[in-house]
């Protein structure tokens, strides 16, 4: 599966942004996605995740202001971002399995290239 990730910018603290991630290809409903991210100089992170049925996992980082979404009609996910910090500044990466729930960014098969959050303080 081929993803694109989409919707970053700049914006300020306490700001919202939503980002898309399109899939191709006709598994996209039995996939599990999830929504990783990477600030300079750090590893990357898990952010979110969701399962082909719509269970969800959060980082406890995000938990209350992140919301991951899906539309398997349409194969997209979906990262809505409230409240933003400056620590979420970060390129975040839409990715995919075939399988359960993973926070484990090595799980996953298919990344897609990633788009910039910045937030500014």
């Known amino acids: 599966v081929q993803l694109q990730a989409s919707g970053g910018g700049l914006v300020q603290a306490g700001g919202y942004l939503r980002l898309s991630c399109a899939a191709s290809?006709?598994?996209?409903?039995?996939?599990?996605m999830g929504w990783f991210r990477q600030a300079p100089a750090k590893e990357r992170d898990f952010v979110a995740a969701?399962?082909?049925?719509?269970?969800?996992d959060y980082a406890d980082s995000v938990k209350g202001r992140f919301t991951i979404s899906r539309d398997n009609a349409k194969n997209m996910v979906y990262l809505q971002m409230t409240s933003l910090k400056p620590e979420d500044t970060a390129v975040y990466y839409c990715?995919?399995?075939?399988?359960?729930?993973?926070?484990?960014?090595?799980?996953?098969?298919?990344w897609g290239q990633g788009t910039l959050v910045t937030v500014s303080s």
């Open positions: 990715a995919a399995r075939l399988g359960g729930l993973q926070r484990e960014g090595s799980r996953f098969s298919s």
């Open positions: 290809g006709r598994t996209f409903s039995r996939l599990s």
């Open positions: 969701i399962g082909w049925l719509g269970s969800t």
